[in-house]
């Protein structure tokens, strides 16, 4: 099959695993991603409506000028691609000045994102992108792919929700089907995952997301979701289905980028 890829680059992007996980996404007219991250299971899904929501508010300014103004955003990005400014000077601008969702912005994070070091989107506590500069020849610029999302954005209906994840959940209705592929975190109990936003998300965190998918799927949505295959993992979703997978690690500290076991749980209203 034909995998449609995001404009961004991402780490723990689902573009590669898209064929392993689209036979665990059930029919449903409304899909909700309380994580949708780069965007990659939107775009290769086909459901009547969609709910996409993300905590990290440069990522939904981007998406928002890509819904309401592809123009504009392609000749601001594109300006920064043919000039090629320092990155280091883009950063810091980026931090300086107070994060106004404006179009200069989100041309910015995705230069940012397609130039820093194995696309990785991290901030520190006090909210400052502080990736370092990857090393590339040339850096490429996303055209076809930011046009492709955009038309995607505009061709069903798409809510833009700027927030953390129990805000969408706790509007999941009858027959909405809901996707989290959160953060992971590994099977120590101390473990803590920080990065996409300022903030943590650790054990506590991903037993407070079990707890309200199974509230929704008690009202008749379905949830999935997808995570690190390690003993804490299964023992907070013990009452969803689990299906093993294995995944191609985008990034490794190591090295070694050789696959590793993932898991897709499932849990239905008939399982409650």
């Known amino acids: 099959m034909r995998v449609e890829k995001s404009f961004l680059k991402w780490v723990g992007s689902k573009s590669r695993l898209i064929p392993q996980l689209l036979p665990h996404l059930p029919s449903g007219r409304r899909f909700i991603e309380p994580f949708v991250g780069a965007g990659n299971v939107f775009i290769n899904t086909n459901y009547d409506s969609y709910v996409l929501c993300d905590k990290n508010r440069d990522l939904i300014n981007v998406y928002e000028w890509l819904r309401d103004d592809l123009a504009s955003l392609l000749n601001e990005t594109k300006s920064l691609f043919d000039s090629r400014p320092d990155f280091y000077d883009i950063r810091t601008r980026f931090n300086d000045f107070t994060p106004i969702l404006s179009l200069q912005r989100a041309a910015e994070f995705i230069y940012l994102n397609r130039s820093c070091f194995n696309g990785i989107c991290r901030y520190n506590s006090s909210g400052k992108f502080n990736v370092p500069s990857g090393k590339y020849k040339n850096i490429y610029f996303p055209k076809s792919e930011l046009i492709a999302f955009s038309n995607k954005l505009i061709s069903v209906p798409v809510e833009l929700v700027r927030a953390d994840f129990p805000t969408v959940i706790e509007n999941a209705r009858f027959g909405d089907v809901i996707y989290c592929d959160p953060p992971y975190v590994s099977g120590s109990k101390n473990d803590i995952f920080t990065g996409y936003t300022p903030g943590k998300f650790d054990s506590a965190t991903t037993t407070l997301l079990h707890n309200l998918l199974v509230l929704a799927v008690r009202r008749g949505a ?26 191609r690690r985008s990034v490794a500290a190591n090295g070694n980028r050789q696959s590793a076991r993932e898991i897709i749980g499932v849990l239905t ?4």
Request: zero cysteines.
């Open 269 to 272: 209203p008939e399982m409650i």
């Open 222 to 247: 379905t949830a999935i979701i997808s995570n690190s295959n390690n003993s804490l993992i299964r023992e907070i979703f013990n009452d969803f289905e689990i299906y093993e997978i294995d995944a």
